[in-house]
């Protein structure tokens, strides 16, 4: 069974960085593609950053872009989200996920693995 692990989360003051880690466990073998999401108190779970595990291939959601760094390790079967210049509108509970299709894909839905999550409070 895959297991997925987040870390990292915290409270932190807007313009502040945070590196969230999500190690793999398990079967991973078949793996392709980790993503992050998260999600708002009242709102629905929302796509954040993918990549693929063999090629590095990354994808942002628009709100994130040129803020956040998606990357994979896989001599440490980690994948790491680094967030910068943090802003209230972050706030969130984010999750790890990871899938074994061919290209990324944005759809929770098409994620077959999920983590717990690590909760993130931007605020002042």
């Known amino acids: 069974q895959v297991r997925l692990v987040e870390s990292g989360g915290g409270s932190v003051q807007p313009g502040d960085s945070l590196r969230l880690s999500c190690v793999i466990s398990?079967?991973?073998?078949?793996?392709?593609?980790m993503g992050w999401f998260r999600q708002a108190p009242g709102k629905s779970r929302e796509y954040v950053a993918a990549?693929?595990?063999?090629?590095?291939?990354?994808h942002y959601a628009d709100g994130v872009s040129g803020r956040f760094t998606i990357s994979r390790d896989k001599t440490r079967d980690t994948v790491t989200l680094q967030m910068d210049n943090l802003k209230p509108e972050d706030t969130a509970m984010y999750y790890c996920?990871?899938?074994?299709?061919?290209?990324?894909?944005?759809?929770?839905?098409?994620?077959?693995?999920w983590g717990q999550g690590t909760q993130v409070t931007v605020a002042s």
């Open positions: 398990g079967p991973t073998l078949r793996l392709t593609v």
């Open positions: 996920a990871a899938n074994q299709r061919t290209y990324i894909m944005t759809q929770q839905d098409t994620y077959d693995y």
């Open positions: 990549i693929t595990w063999r090629d590095g291939e990354t």
